[in-house]
């Protein structure tokens, strides 16, 4: 059974930091392109940051303070937010892709920032 759940949410100051996870199972890990997503709340989601193979994609919002990495050994993807600002509050998902037919999605964290 395919899973990914995503860790790591919570309540931060602006300015501060934290760090995302989303251990996936049940698929060839190594195999798929994974992502992160945000949606904020009356927004439509999208793209913050995608990596495959060691190439890594950023939305131009959180360039420069996000950081995706990937641990093939533990099937596990991250994202580390640093200088985090209100407008980072959302609710974030994990993708895994491998084509048509091979997508999965996590069920999100939310990431609140406020003082």
């Known amino acids: 059974q395919v899973q990914l759940v995503e860790s790591g949410g919570g309540l931060v100051q602006p300015g501060g930091s934290l760090r995302l996870s989303c251990a996936a199972s049940?698929?060839?890990?190594?195999?798929?392109?994974m992502f992160w997503y945000r949606q904020a709340p009356g927004k439509e989601r999208e793209l913050v940051a995608s990596?495959?193979?060691?190439?890594?994609n950023y939305a131009d919002s959180v360039k420069g303070r996000f950081t995706i990495s990937r641990d093939n050994a533990k099937n596990t993807v991250f994202l580390q937010m640093s200088s985090l600002k209100p407008d980072d509050t959302a609710v974030y998902y994990c993708?895994?892709?491998?084509?048509?037919?091979?997508?999965?999605w996590g069920q999100g964290t939310q990431v609140t920032v406020s003082s």
């Open positions: 049940g698929f060839t890990f190594s195999s798929y392109h």
């Open positions: 993708k895994a892709w491998a084509g048509l037919g091979y997508e999965y």
């Open positions: 990596i495959g193979g060691r190439r890594t």
